[in-house]
């Protein structure tokens, strides 16, 4: 799926989201719904942020797979698999589990491979030496 | 006489409004706080004052504010 079309569809489906930014294992931008102007720094600013909460959860041991930042302005959503990272904001009190499998259903959408068109059914061979014994 | 309820009455007002606006910041406070997930399916949750969540709160306020304006 086109990244441009699949954060617009996360945003059309998910009215909770305001902002959402697809980053590559190696930190570039993939889709971002917000301008050129913003954009980098919004990029800068996600890589810091999850560089900081993987420390800040460093101790505990486990693979980060997600993490929700709420503050009194709203929320910051990050998911990750194994090659990308999607972060979001939200408004104030979010529905957290709902903005997860929205975020998560995205990303899928980025690692699946485009459907190929099924093959057409052959029409069957007219036999020609049948039809002309007959 | 009534001067002096006046000044009651705006007292009261005055120190009703800043109780307000006491407790709207204590409550926004409360609602700072960095959520974990891991792959494994556990959670860690570091409340905003955790000496881990004062490097992570600021920036997810300037990812707010970037996006926003």
Do not use: W
């Amino acid at each position: 799926m086109d990244g441009a079309q699949a954060l617009s569809d996360l945003t059309e489906i998910s009215s909770q989201i305001q902002a959402a930014i697809v980053l590559d294992a190696d930190g570039s931008t993939l889709a971002t719904t917000v301008d050129e102007q913003r954009g980098p720094e919004f990029a800068q600013a996600v890589q810091e942020l999850l560089a900081a909460v993987t420390r800040a959860s460093g101790d505990e041991g486990g693979t980060l797979a997600q993490a929700e930042i709420a503050t009194g302005d709203g929320s910051v959503f990050l998911v990750r698999d194994e090659q990308r990272t999607i972060a979001a904001t939200t408004g104030r009190e979010p529905t957290v589990g709902l903005v997860f499998y929205d975020l998560k259903s995205c990303l899928r959408g980025f690692s699946e491979p485009k459907p190929k068109p099924r093959p057409r059914a052959r029409k069957p061979k007219v036999d020609e030496q049948g039809d002309a014994a007959a | 006489m009534p001067r002096h309820k006046a000044v009651a009455g705006a007292a009261l007002v005055a120190g009703s409004l800043a109780g307000l606006v006491a407790l709207r910041r204590r409550s926004a406070r409360r609602r700072d706080r960095v959520d974990v997930y891991f792959e494994d399916g556990s959670m860690v949750s570091l409340a905003d004052g955790a000496p881990e969540a004062s490097t992570v709160l600021p920036l997810a306020r300037r990812i707010l504010e970037t996006t926003r304006n």
